[in-house]
């Protein structure tokens, strides 16, 4: 099973990989879930399950959980307030709304996403960002 630093080393090496909408190539292009995606081929292996197109107002248009429920597929849901490094986390945008960006906590108080404009990078796990922080989930095997 993989460590949690092996899971924060690989999600390192991402940085500075374009954004692209439904990517998932590291050094190419990737959004927040290809991220997520590319950690996971890296430390497991084939992805669990295909992903279906969509449109960059799935969460909007829909409103579901989408997101939230397909984690809960094969992560492991964890208390948002327990979080620990190697973590992954799901934001909402506003109140109300389903949450629809991921990211990969690397500290206790910094994490790593993609975002529409902008190359994968590190960001403060700010007050701004608490706020919207609506699930947390641990790859699978790791305590």
Request: aromatic content about 10%; proline content about 7%; overall charge neutral.
């Amino acid at each position: 099973m993989p460590r949690r630093d092996q899971i924060i080393a690989e999600t390192h090496s991402w940085i500075g990989t374009p954004y692209r909408h439904q990517a998932s190539l590291k050094g190419v292009g990737c959004d927040c879930l290809g991220l997520i995606r590319g950690v996971w081929r890296s430390v497991y292996g084939d992805e669990p399950e295909q992903i279906p197109g969509y449109s960059p107002d799935w969460a909007e248009a829909g409103g579901q959980e989408t997101l939230a429920s397909a984690a809960r597929r094969h992560l492991d849901e964890i208390d948002p307030l327990a979080v620990q490094p190697a973590d992954i986390l799901l934001f909402r945008w506003r109140a109300l709304m389903p949450a629809k960006h991921a990211a990969i906590l690397i500290a206790s108080d910094r994490f790593v996403h993609a975002h529409d404009g902008a190359a994968v990078a590190t960001a403060a796990l700010s007050p701004w960002w608490r706020r919207r922080l609506a699930y947390a989930f641990r790859f699978p095997g790791i305590d």
